[in-house]
């Protein structure tokens, strides 16, 4: 009732143009930087179903305003208000988090 989460696909991080980690070819997540708004929600659209996320996945669109707003580590953690402001923002990810903080 208080809270809303939500993944947000962006650019990339690992893409097969670009910088590629054996962790993504074991996976079989083999992405190309996205060109289009449709890849990238394509792109989004398959991670969140192979990955059975439970949450809703929203798309950034191309001009990649919030990727580069909020900073560029493999996992993000924001607490934004209804206001808009940030009240939380977690080390970055996957080794600085702190999932009890």
């Known amino acids: 009732e ?8 962006v650019r ?9 980690v054996d962790s993504n070819v074991e996976d079989s997540f083999l992405f190309s930087q996205h060109q289009t708004f449709e890849e990238r ?7 969140a179903l192979e990955m ?4 809703p996945t929203l798309i950034e669109e191309m ?3 919030i990727d580069e707003a909020y900073g ?7 607490v934004v208000g209804a206001d808009g402001n940030v009240s939380y923002h ?12």
């Open 52 to 55: 059975k996320m439970p949450i």
């Open 72 to 78: 560029r580590s493999p996992v993000r953690l924001y």
């Open 12 to 20: 990339e991080a690992h893409s097969t143009d670009g910088w590629q």
């Open 90 to 101: 977690g080390g970055a990810g996957p080794y600085f988090m702190d999932v009890e903080e």
């Open 41 to 47: 929600d394509q792109v989004a659209n398959t991670c």
């Open 63 to 65: 001009a990649n305003v």
């Open 2 to 9: 208080q809270v809303e989460f939500f993944l947000v696909c």
